[in-house]
T-cell receptor, first 114, second 114 residues
Framework: DAMVIQNPRYQVTQFGKPVTLSCSQT?????MYWYQQKSSQAPKLLFH???????NEADTPDNFQSRRPNTSFCFLDIRSPGLGDAAMYLC?????????????FGPGTRLTVT | AQSVTQLGSHVSVSEGALVLLRCNYS??????LFWYVQYPNQGLQLLLK??????LVKGINGFEAEFKKSETSFHLTKPSAHMSDAAEYFC????????????FGAGTRLFVKA
């Protein structure tokens, strides 16, 4: 089945220690998104790639970076995690947004910062 | 500014009772509306969507929603709740003036009592 895969599902890192979360998709979608979701809140968009075109949200901290080496993979790098970065990180994909905008989500990576 | 409002952060129903989750949108352009469901420690899953055409849309797991332009609403209903429906539900609009960006509501947690 075509899907969005996130690894790892659970990640524990130390305060200030860089961490990378990965996402892969078999849907061949143009757009890949990274969201941060804290407990009992809606997902908050960090950034997205439309093909190779990177689009950062204005309020995304510089501590968060992303890479998309090819259509299938996208990475979220947190350069110096703080306690406030503990959250669920969701990757999602969509076809060309002009086609309707529905997104396909991965299962998420729950990040703990100690 | 464009927004999606979900009335009621928590809704509790008895098993077998009607489920009604409320969503109102505010937009200067015709919206593309979605309902997503999120189970604990999982990503979001699309329940149903409205873009154009028939205003009553049916989704998975027996859910449906009706787009009412005059009321700027897109409420989600299910005639008979099941214990497995207990989850977080997000209403979203993916069409903004000048492009596409998904605006999520704050979410409604549905509790189902035996």
């Amino acid at each position: 089945d075509a899907m969005v895969i996130q690894n790892p599902r659970y990640q524990v890192t130390q305060f200030g220690k860089p961490v990378t979360l990965s996402c892969s998709q078999t849907l061949n979608h143009n757009v890949m998104y990274w969201y941060q979701q804290k407990s009992s809140q809606a997902p908050k968009l960090l950034f997205h790639y439309y093909d190779k075109d990177f689009n950062n949200e204005a309020d995304t901290p510089d501590n968060f970076q992303s890479r998309r080496p090819n259509t299938s993979f996208c990475f979220l790098d947190i350069r110096s995690p703080g306690l406030g970065d503990a959250a669920m990180y969701l990757c999602a994909t969509s076809r060309d947004p002009l086609a309707g905008g529905e997104q396909y989500f991965g299962p998420g990576t729950r990040l703990t910062v100690t | 500014a464009q927004s999606v409002t979900q009335l009621g952060s928590h809704v509790s129903v008895s098993e077998g009772a009607l489920v009604l989750l409320r969503c109102n949108y505010s937009s200067s352009v015709p919206p593309y509306l979605f309902w997503y469901v999120q189970y604990p420690n999982q990503g979001l899953q699309l329940l149903l969507k409205y873009t154009t055409g028939a205003t009553l849309v049916k989704g998975i797991n027996g859910f449906e929603a009706e787009f009412k332009k005059s009321e700027t609403s897109f409420h989600l209903t299910k005639p008979s709740a099941h214990m497995s429906d207990a989850a977080e539900y997000f209403c979203a609009d993916s069409k903004v003036a000048g492009g596409f960006k998904t605006i999520f509501g704050a979410g409604t947690r549905l509790f189902v009592k035996a």
